[in-house]
Each structure stands twice: as structure tokens, then as C-alpha cells.
């Protein structure tokens, strides 16, 4: 069965910095699209970074994380990242991991995943 665990997150002040961490097991992360998305209360799902699976690496950042946000992601781990600075309290939300067939615009753009992890509270606030 396919899982993607998440975990890294937890409370941090504002200015700081999280690496979140998702491990998959059962999926071969060569053929994926791997992407991170936030969802805050009251507020819906939006994709913050996705992550190609060719040799180009093609990303895409929101505009709210462009130049704080990195995700990396390691296919002989089997896990993806997303290191997270200069961290503010509107970065607050649960985090979520996903991975999907086809490309970083469909995914990040339109939410379209195959797996999603259950997430990982993320709470910036002094």
C-alpha cells in the first residue's frame, strides 16, 4: 500500500527556519511528480512547490514562498523536502505531501495528485 508519511513540522518563531520531510514507501518515486501543498484554516488546499521527475528538475514555487522555500528530493531515499526559511506567521497550515503522474503544472496548478500524505502542522508564531 502507498504511503506518504510526513514529519518536521511543529511550532517555530518567526524569521525561522523547518525542513519538512516526506517518506513514500511503495512507489517508485522516478515516475512521480512530487509536490508540497498548504492548507490553512477556513482556507483551501494550494500548492506551494512541485517537483518534475526528469533529469531538468523542473520546479515551481508559489509566489508567497518564491526565494524561502526549496524542495529537493532524494529517488534512492524515497523522499522529498522542503526546507522552509525566513518562515512567517501566514505560513502557518497543515502541510501536505503528494505525488501525482503528469506534470508540475497539473499538479501544482489544478491539485491533481494520486497519493497525499496526512500531513503536518506547521505553526509560525512568537
Known amino acids: 500500500q502507498v504511503q506518504l508519511v510526513e514529519s518536521g513540522g511543529g511550532l517555530v518563531q518567526p524569521g525561522g527556519s523547518l525542513r519538512l520531510s516526506c517518506a513514500v514507501s511503495e512507489l517508485t518515486l522516478d515516475y512521480y511528480v512530487m509536490g508540497w501543498f498548504r492548507q490553512a484554516p477556513g482556507m483551501e488546499r494550494e500548492g506551494m512547490s512541485c517537483v518534475s521527475n526528469s533529469s531538468r528538475g523542473v520546479a515551481y514555487y508559489a509566489e508567497s514562498v518564491k526565494g524561502r522555500f526549496t524542495m529537493s528530493r532524494d529517488n534512492a531515499k524515497n523522499t522529498v523536502y522542503l526546507q522552509m526559511n525566513r518562515l512567517n506567521p501566514d505560513d502557518s497550515a497543515i502541510y501536505y505531501c503528494?505525488?501525482?503522474?503528469?506534470?508540475?503544472?497539473?499538479?501544482?496548478?489544478?491539485?491533481?495528485?494520486?497519493?497525499w500524505g496526512q500531513g503536518t502542522q506547521v505553526t509560525v508564531s512568537s
Open positions: 503528494a505525488a501525482g503522474r503528469g506534470t508540475v503544472q497539473r499538479m501544482c496548478h489544478m491539485g491533481f495528485a494520486d497519493y
